[in-house]
């Protein structure tokens, strides 16, 4: 059974840019949430979808948001972007969703650098 | 919010030893308190979880314990091998918020053989 699978593994781009990560469940589960991974920060939440549904937001600015699409697929993309936003962007896929007792299957991440 | 502090961020046991790792969360309505183990290159994966309503976890060398009072729990690791070694993560989960956890910093384990 494939894992999750996230594309770009890595990517580089300057102040001001956008940028557009994408992430591919594990068969058959519908919950794809997205977390920030910095270094001494730990992972943050950023959103979680379900059905094509954001069901939960971080807090983080506008300029960061998602989608989901009808095959569970999922994309997140932050908009002028700033140096602080490099970080490893975690996606992960649970079989449900709301319940919060479920376990989280992450992919390998996409690692941006904002330069 | 929930806030979720771990300590301490880097450890260091010799092979064979044990390693804890502690963590606390500051919100009473967190129910759900997983483990996560992130290697060098990979994404974090669940080695063990405990919910609100169990005082103690064990899973052949990893045991989670929860003190609600305290609003604290750890991770064991008993016996250690060198595959252990990689950056672990305690998080918290609030009853009915859905998937969004809170992550601890996170622990860099060294094991020494």
């Known amino acids: 059974k494939a894992g999750v699978t996230q594309t770009p593994r890595y990517l580089i781009k300057t102040r001001g840019q956008q940028v557009t990560l994408s992430c591919s469940p594990i068969?058959?589960?519908?919950?794809v949430s997205w977390y920030q991974q910095t270094p001494g920060q730990g992972l943050q939440f950023l959103f979680e979808?379900?059905?094509?549904?954001?069901?939960n937001k971080g807090n983080f600015p506008g300029r960061f948001s998602g989608r989901q699409f009808s095959n569970s697929r999922s994309e997140m993309n932050v908009s002028t972007l700033e140096l602080g936003d490099s970080a490893l962007y975690l996606c992960?896929?649970?079989?449900?969703?709301?319940?919060?007792?479920?376990?989280?299957?992450f992919g390998e991440g996409s690692r941006l650098t904002v330069l | 919010g929930e806030n979720v502090e771990q300590h301490p961020s880097t450890l260091s046991v010799q092979e064979g030893d044990s390693a804890v790792i502690k963590c606390t969360y500051s919100?009473?309505?967190?129910?759900?308190f997983p483990w996560y183990k992130q290697e060098l290159g990979k994404g974090p994966q669940l080695i063990i979880d405990?919910?609100?309503?169990?005082g103690e976890k064990k899973d052949q060398r990893i045991a989670v314990t929860l003190n609600k009072t305290a609003k604290h729990f750890s991770l064991h690791i008993t016996e250690t091998q060198p595959e252990d070694s990689a950056v672990y993560f305690c998080?918290?989960?609030?009853?009915?918020?859905?998937?969004?956890?809170?992550f601890g910093t996170g622990t860099s384990l060294t094991v020494i053989p």
């Open positions: 992960a896929s649970s079989l449900v969703a709301g319940v919060g007792t479920g376990e989280l299957f």
């Open positions: 068969s058959g589960h519908r919950s």
């Open positions: 979808y379900f059905s094509e549904t954001q069901r």
């Open positions: 919100d009473s309505a967190s129910n759900y």
């Open positions: 405990i919910r609100s309503n169990v």
């Open positions: 998080a918290a989960s609030i009853k009915d918020t859905g998937n969004q956890f809170y």
